[in-house]
């Protein structure tokens, strides 16, 4: 991969990190809340939604200190899920990138709340993008667009309704590849697509470009959960930060448990071409960081 | 107390329940999710915050025509917390409202999912409020004014953090009045006063006018909260839809259990006149009505 895809790719993942250390400082919260919420938060992975927001924005020609607040928010409500998904109700998962999940170092209640702040303070966080106090304000009806595509990804009819699917689905055991391909992209798709499409509404995109990068958005968002999928089968426990082959001994509802693994490679492949040729449309620098999101995506099960 | 008042508020009433009963359809979600959502968010109650925010727009002249998604979207929020708040791991209420609590009637999973959703669900209702797609569109800036502040004081600085501290109050059993009140203010008061305050802003009304309404639901918020306490104490179980004194009976704290029947029907009644007089400035038939939610919020305690 081009090294100077690469250098970019961490550039925007420092800009991040900066950014989400400090955005939840000016809300006056209890410290121990405080703490739980950073905890998630600020535990590394890809920031691979935000990523996708800025990307997109500057896609359309909107410099990042506009986008910024909403891309944490981004991060923000897939902190919130991540944590909501671990519960013990829930995936009952004792593990989140190598560290005890959220329940298990703080308790199920205030784990439940950390969530619940994160979601919420999210909606914030968006909000504050297109009004007069952010460093550099979005126009308000965009900024209203954009938060509302977001809300609709993460909700009943995104992921979570997505999850409740996963549940269903889990204790069903007779499900068919057509509703398992629904499924994932509610609980996965809509939000990474959503990441996609509101920093082309931040910048102004018009209804057909938006179209296009919803299109680029829901391939990639169904590149990435496959391999995901493939990862937890295959991958190095140091990198997972749990046991490999745990989703499966779960029985939970992967692609490689589905299709095997050769073929959910294929699948992965071509969710991938499907990806890039929504960008047909567009050219330049930031289509090109696109187009290598999705190269990047697919090479990290390799 | 004036029968015309009781009258409006019956019709106010009515016009929330009607939109309530259809505010989700428009959301492609799964039936199952539908479900728990529906149940908690049909199950009656007085709806006093999205009545607020009608009559706090109304004061300010912007018809309920325009208010109605933002409205609904309070009572989702509403239904949200108390869906949370009595899992097993937080409050472990088995009744809500005389009917088994989601957790119970659902399962923790769904339940858990029902207040995600509905959170969610809400910022997408109220950010429809101000786009091009409404009914009757409010203008953007002012939505995306409403909307953020709803979010935080639903958030880590409004009932979220007081729910927690809620929390780390009860196990701690050494808590000042002063931190009582706070961690009330934050856990009830805000979104009260949010809902207050959002209606003024939709309605354009200024920074003194919104100072003044949002004192006036503070305040309002206090009395109610009292009340509340007091009715578990000495309600009628009927009313309640669970056994009187099961609050003091968790060791919750409570308003009379810190200072005794007396003392908090005492505070109550000077805060609704705190409430009264933030009101001072308006008149007209929306400023009258506010004015006697007043009374009947203080009145439900006896």
Chains 1, 2 share one sequence.
Request: with cysteine.
């Amino acid at each position: 991969m081009a090294p100077a895809f690469e250098e970019d790719l961490r550039e925007r993942q420092r800009l991040l990190e900066d950014f989400l250390s400090s955005c939840l400082e000016s809300f006056a919260m209890p410290a121990g809340l405080r703490e739980a919420m950073n905890y998630s938060l600020l535990a590394g992975g890809k920031r691979l939604r935000p990523a996708l927001c800025l990307s997109c924005a500057a896609l359309f020609g909107l410099e990042a200190d506009y986008v910024l607040p909403f891309a944490a928010a981004l991060e923000c409500i897939h902190s919130y899920s991540l944590i909501h998904d671990d519960l013990p109700a829930m995936d009952d998962d004792d593990l989140r990138r190598g560290k005890p999940s959220s329940h298990k170092q703080f308790g199920e209640a205030t784990a439940i709340l950390a969530g619940d702040a994160l979601l919420t303070d999210a909606f914030a966080l968006m909000a504050s993008a297109g009004l007069s106090g952010a460093t550099r304000p979005v126009p308000a009806e965009r900024t209203l667009g954009a938060l509302r595509a977001v809300a609709l990804a993460a909700g009943s009819s995104g992921m979570a309704g997505g999850q409740y699917l996963d549940m269903i689905y889990t204790a069903r055991k007779d499900v068919t590849l057509e509703e398992i391909r629904k499924m994932q992209a509610a609980k996965t798709g809509a939000l990474i697509a959503a990441s996609c499409v509101s920093g082309a509404l931040l910048a102004g995109a018009g209804a057909g470009d938006c179209g296009r990068i919803d299109a680029y958005g829901r391939s990639l968002g169904l590149a990435f959960q496959i391999v995901d999928d493939i990862l937890n089968e295959t991958g190095d426990e140091a990198v997972l930060g749990k046991p490999v082959g745990s989703d499966a001994e779960k029985g939970k509802l992967t692609w490689p448990a589905l299709l095997g693994l050769e073929k959910s490679r294929e699948l992965a492949a071509a969710a991938g071409r499907e990806a890039v040729k929504a960008l047909e449309a567009f050219s330049g620098a930031e289509a090109d960081f696109l187009r290598r999101l999705v190269e990047y995506v697919l090479k990290r099960d390799s």
